[in-house]
T-cell receptor, first 115, second 113 residues
């Protein structure tokens, strides 16, 4: 199994531009999570999906952030317009079954730099 | 909501010594406590976890203990090696929230040869 796959690994963009981060969860996993990691705030949950349905987006910082999961094998996190304070590493994680205590597997992350 | 505090933020030990990282949580209903290791440029990887019905779990050189009454859990690494150097995160999973994890702030462990 290839694990959770995120793309791109690195993204540098100018302030005001739209940024789209992509995630392919592990096949068969029913839950998908988007986390943001910064030095100041550590690992923060932004949003999670169960069976492609957004369950809790209370961690999404602003309306500039949006996430979709059109099918079980793909999710996107979009920032429009991007700002320098959005610079962080964004991780996607997936988990097999939302009803059991199974571990969450993380992708390698996307390092976003907004200049 | 759940809040997880982790200490220390940095830890430096000599190769062969033991390392202990401690976490406390606030929601007594949380029932799952994983520990993740994050190496530079990589995503967090699960190294060990413990469920609320267990007090201790061991896997080779690493062990985790859980004190539900005091709401704290600890990671113990024995016979540390330079390759153990990384950032370690504890987390707690509150119930009925779809499996979301609340992470501690992380501990940067440095093992000196």
């Amino acid at each position: 199994d290839a694990g959770v796959i995120q793309s791109p690994r690195h993204e540098v963009t100018e302030m005001g531009q739209e940024v789209t981060l992509r995630c392919k969860p592990i096949s068969g996993h029913n839950s998908l999570f988007w986390y943001r990691q910064t030095m100041m705030r550590g690992l923060e949950l932004l949003i999670y999906f169960n069976n492609n349905v957004p369950i809790d987006d209370s961690g999404m910082p602003e309306d500039r952030f949006s996430a979709k999961m059109p099918n079980a094998s793909f999710s996107t996190l979009k920032i429009q317009p991007s700002e320098p304070r959005d610079s962080a590493v964004y991780f996607c994680a997936s988990r097999a079954n939302p009803l059991t205590n199974t571990e969450a597997f993380f992708g390698q992350g996307t390092r976003l730099t907004v200049v | 909501g759940e809040n997880v505090e982790q200490h220390p933020s940095t830890l430096s030990v000599q190769e062969g010594d033991s390392a202990v990282i401690k976490c406390t949580y606030s929601d007594s209903a949380s029932n799952y406590f994983p520990w993740y290791k994050q190496e530079l440029g990589k995503g967090p990887q699960l190294i060990i976890d413990i469920r609320s019905n267990v007090g201790e779990k061991k896997d080779q050189r690493i062990a985790v203990t859980l004190n539900k009454t005091a709401k704290h859990f600890s990671l113990h690494i024995t016979e540390t090696q330079p390759e153990d150097s990384a950032v370690y995160f504890c987390a707690a999973r509150p119930p009925n929230q779809g499996g979301k994890l609340i992470f501690g702030q992380g501990t940067e462990l440095s093992v000196k040869p």
